[in-house]
């Protein structure tokens, strides 16, 4: 009976034990904080003829509904997805995109900006979809990262669609890893954000006297 056990202890004494060593707390990411861009503040006349805009909730495909940091090796299997097992975000990608898309509305249009309905009656309606926000692995040390995103801006009394616009943003990432994908991520949602921000600030018709 010793003879038997007595190899289990000794690799148990090994450093790659599992039952010896705790598993690594996973690292929890955001899209970080945005620098404090205000736009000039309209005079009383001006006040009065602003319009208000519903942005709604960022909607996201079934697989992109968790808070996991997905990846694809393009060189391997493309139609595989995968997940980082000890990195994540700290919420959806939709929901940090949501609240990132009204906090920069706010400080860079005039626009009055309604997070539901419950709240005011809206003039406007934005509604955003999120298609992509993965790693793309084209070799096992080459990535890059690729966002996805579908505007449409309505007129709610109406439902009339009065512009859409699908916007893709690709950047390398600096390392083959959670750390890289996080920060090339970072970096790429802001330029989506400046992107939708100006087709936003030309879709919206234009204030009446």
Known sequence: MTKIFLPLLIACLLPGCAFLHK??????????????????QPSQQAELRR???LVADTAAPAWLDNAAIHY?????????????????????PAALLTQQLRN?????????????NSMATADHVL?????????LFDTASDSR????????????????????????????APSADAPGAVSALRSAYIQLLDELIDWLSASLPPNQP
């Open 72 to 92: 694809r090796l393009l060189y391997h299997n493309p139609a595989q997805l995968y997940a980082y097992a000890n990195s994540r975000w700290i919420a959806t």
């Open 127 to 135: 509604h955003t979809e999120l298609q992509e926000f993965s790693q």
């Open 51 to 53: 319009k208000s805009l």
């Open 145 to 172: 990262i690729v966002i996805g995103l579908r505007a449409s801006l309505v007129e709610r009394n109406t439902r009339k669609l009065l512009a859409q616009k699908d916007f893709s943003i690709t950047q390398k």
């Open 23 to 40: 598993s690594q707390p996973a690292a929890i990411y955001d899209l970080g904080m945005q620098s404090a861009t205000h736009t000039q």
């Open 104 to 116: 920069r509305i706010v400080a860079t249009t005039p626009e009055r900006v309604i997070k539901d």
